[in-house]
């Protein structure tokens, strides 16, 4: 149901790309506009030919390499025991699908918002000799639905970024009806500095940079159904550091 909402549930200050201090219950939005900014954003990433791993970091696809190496290492050590079933949130064109998860697990099912950067990761995938590709979710995060309970894990990797507070405890509630018992979610994302606030939001894209106590805090309100493991922090020079968490189904 779209209408007038609130952005974040806490008072705390972030900004705006601008530098424009906010306070967080003050932020409200017409939720369907919100969503529509972001799903036409990338929709001219497509239209400009840019489906491609370019198009997906931005310009920046010197960081693909070390980006890959770095969830791997960290997807290893979360002791993931059964690889039979991924999902990968925002996959875009199959970047992180191809080069990180399809060597590893047996099945992906993909999810992203825009239907032209889905037809280039069914080529992409349909390329390797494991042929994992099973199904493809055209549709936001937001409107992700629990169908089966069927995932070991999922990947949510600059993506959550999207979401209202409201709307990422209601994406989480959603992965644990869809995740076998003792499964494991990751989140990779860009966080705010603690200098700029508790979040920065792009009004470009729509997106939201939450520092990694707003992330904890979500966290703590899905507890009844998650643990937290762990995160690690990630660095690239001139860019957003960028933290990956996982959490472990109950």
Avoid at 210 to 224: A, G, N
């Amino acid at each position: 149901m779209s209408g007038v909402k609130k952005v974040f549930q806490l008072g705390e200050n972030g900004m705006d790309m601008e530098g424009n201090i906010l306070r967080g219950d003050e932020v409200e939005i017409d939720d369907k506009d919100w969503y529509n900014t972001g799903k036409n954003y990338w929709q001219v990433v497509a239209d400009k030919g840019n489906s491609n791993i370019d198009g997906m970091l931005g310009g920046q696809t010197h960081v693909h390499d070390s980006d890959i190496t770095e969830s791997l290492q960290f997807l290893k050590n979360l002791n993931v025991t059964n690889f039979n079933y991924v999902l990968d949130c925002g996959a875009g064109v199959g970047r992180v699908s191809q080069h990180l998860l399809a060597p590893i697990f047996k099945n992906i099912d993909i999810l992203d918002i825009n239907k032209d950067f889905l037809d280039v990761a069914q080529i992409n995938l349909s390329t390797l000799p494991s042929k994992p590709l099973r199904n493809t979710l055209c549709q936001g995060l937001q409107d992700f639905k629990a169908t089966q309970q069927i995932y070991d894990v999922i990947w949510v990797q600059w993506a959550s970024c999207y979401l209202t507070d409201v709307d990422f405890i209601t994406f989480m509630n959603e992965c644990y009806n869809a995740m076998t018992p003792g499964s494991t979610i990751v989140f990779k994302e860009n966080v705010a500095s603690k200098k700029g606030g508790d979040f920065v939001i792009d009004k470009e894209d729509c997106s939201i940079n939450r520092s990694v106590q707003h992330y904890h805090t979500l966290f703590t309100q899905c507890s009844d159904k998650f643990q937290f493991i762990t995160e690690k922090e990630q660095l690239w020079q001139g860019l957003l550091p960028v933290m990956m968490f996982a959490l472990r189904r109950k």
